[in-house]
């Protein structure tokens, strides 16, 4: 049996937030009445002219300069024709044979291996309006009574980026495009809002022999909007490529549904080509000319982002890989830590508290990074209580989670609850000679030779203390005690 390797490509579809649509001047909103932000141009009565949105075009070229991609200086847009319920027009504005920008590059982490993919282009077009499928069997459309069209967001400013088919597997994917949609949300472009479908990707598959440079026939998943199911529909369709090549059969070019609930794939329909499309440049909108002492202007301009960052936080504060790639590669959890450090925090304890319970909490309470009653002061001074002996790092704990609570200082909680660490040399002398006296088994065990006993020990003093007391101490005392 030949063994076989999988070949990834994949699009990802962002909406800008440039505050207006792509080709007119209608506000681009979420949440409000629909049809409420329309005009004649978004609604493609006859004689409304499309006008490119200028904001739309540096935002995109940001993220183009970003992927290491060249902007061409002139590009033009195409109409897009196939039957859309969705577009007013039944065509939709976009990008085709001269897009925006070309040739990048993106490099993203998989555990400690870095990995550079390709990036083909970054073109610009026009989102849909949004179908409501109502009655009857809600959200499905066979089995809906009727279907509704908000046009409110028909028009918003989308962006395509697709990378050419260098992903190995499916792990790599979904780090692909964790890390990418943290450079597109580090830029300020866009806020990538998963939930409401700012963000969504489309995945091509094929599987060739290991070793061979030939790519096979592909299928594609499409309009993903989830880390998780994106790589739980390419874990399943993989073998289901395998098996069907194995046993003397083709893969069809087509479309397929992912149902995470019983990890299959499905075909929809026939996969499209280029020519089924019927792309021809669009008549009411002249080439756009792209000065490249603009392009400079924004490349000098740029923020830091997550990749630099990575490497500066692993040059400049000591951490590991792993841990700058946790710190590093949100803006927000970035900030945080760096001004925790700024606070007077060691650079490796505040990475293990940002990661550890702040990082927690954050999940926990659905918050993001510099939100809530946890500040990067009071954290700043929980290190420090911890890191000068004031508190245990299990007591410090305990006053996290009070300070959550209590919403109180972390040196208040300390004083109220008497969670200080226990340094007495003479108070934890008594309580190990209780310990030591408690378990004559142990003791027995550790003078012949058994060392690791000791950890045993120091378990007991420490819950002998309610956790207060100096580790330090507590071993150098124990031993003593034990060594006789």
Not at 144 to 153: G, L, P, Q
Not at 165 to 191: H, K, T, Y
Not at 298 to 326: C, H, M, W
Request: proline letters at 6%.
């Amino acid at each position: 049996m030949s063994a076989w390797e999988p070949v990834i490509g994949l699009e990802m579809h962002v909406e800008l937030d440039t505050r207006t649509k792509m080709f007119c001047a209608c506000e681009v909103t979420k949440g409000d009445e629909p049809n409420t932000h329309t005009c004649p141009k978004c609604l493609a009565h006859p004689g409304a002219l499309p006008v490119v949105n200028q904001r739309a075009v540096e935002y995109a070229a940001r993220i183009a300069l970003a992927l290491n991609c060249s902007v061409r200086p002139r590009n033009i847009f195409h109409r897009k024709n196939y039957f859309y319920p969705d577009l007013p027009k039944a065509y939709q504005i976009s990008q085709y044979d001269e897009p925006l920008a070309v040739d990048g590059w993106f490099e993203y982490w998989v555990g400690d291996e870095k990995l550079r993919c390709r990036i083909n282009r970054v073109h610009m077009e026009e989102d849909a309006a949004k179908l409501v499928h109502a009655g009857g069997d809600t959200g499905r459309i066979a089995g809906s009574d009727f279907s509704m069209v908000d046009f409110n967001r028909g028009g918003t400013p989308l962006i395509e980026i697709v990378s050419e088919p260098d992903i190995p597997s499916p792990e790599a994917a979904r780090e692909f495009l964790q890390q990418l949609r943290n450079l597109v949300v580090e830029l300020g472009v866009s806020e990538c809002n998963m939930e409401e479908g700012q963000i969504r990707w489309d995945a091509n598959l094929s599987v060739r022999p290991e070793g061979s440079t030939e790519l096979g026939t592909r299928t594609e998943l499409k309009n993903m909007n989830s880390f998780r199911y994106l790589q739980q529909a390419l874990e399943a369709e993989i073998p289901r490529q395998v098996e069907i090549i194995e046993a003397g059969g083709r893969i069809d070019l087509e479309t397929l549904h992912f149902d995470p609930d019983t990890g299959t794939t499905t075909p929809l329909r026939s996969k499209e080509e280029a020519h089924d499309y019927r792309y021809f440049p669009e008549p009411d909108l002249v080439p756009l000319v792209i000065d490249p002492a603009w392009v400079e202007e924004l490349r000098a301009t740029q923020p830091e982002l997550p990749a630099a960052r990575v490497e500066r936080f692993a040059s400049r504060y000591g951490l590991s890989r792993a841990d700058s790639l946790v710190l590093g590669n949100s803006h927000a959890l970035a900030a945080f830590y760096e001004e925790v450090v700024a606070l007077g925090a060691g650079a490796k304890p505040a990475a293990n508290w940002t990661m550890g319970e702040y990082l927690a909490h954050l999940n926990a309470g659905g918050l993001e990074a510099g939100h809530g009653h946890v500040t990067a002061e009071r954290l700043a001074k929980l290190v420090k209580l911890v890191a000068d002996g004031t508190v245990s790092t299990s007591s410090g704990k305990d006053v996290f989670a009070r300070m959550i609570a209590e919403r109180a200082e972390p040196e208040e909680i300390v004083e109220k609850h008497g969670l200080g660490q226990i340094s007495d040399t003479a108070e934890l002398e008594a309580a190990v000679a209780r310990v030591v006296a408690d378990n004559p088994a142990q003791v027995e065990q550790y003078r012949g030779g058994k060392q690791q006993v000791l950890g045993f020990f120091v378990g007991q003093v420490m819950k002998a203390t309610g956790g207060r007391a100096n580790p330090r101490l507590v071993n150098e005392l124990l031993r003593k005690a034990l060594d006789g």
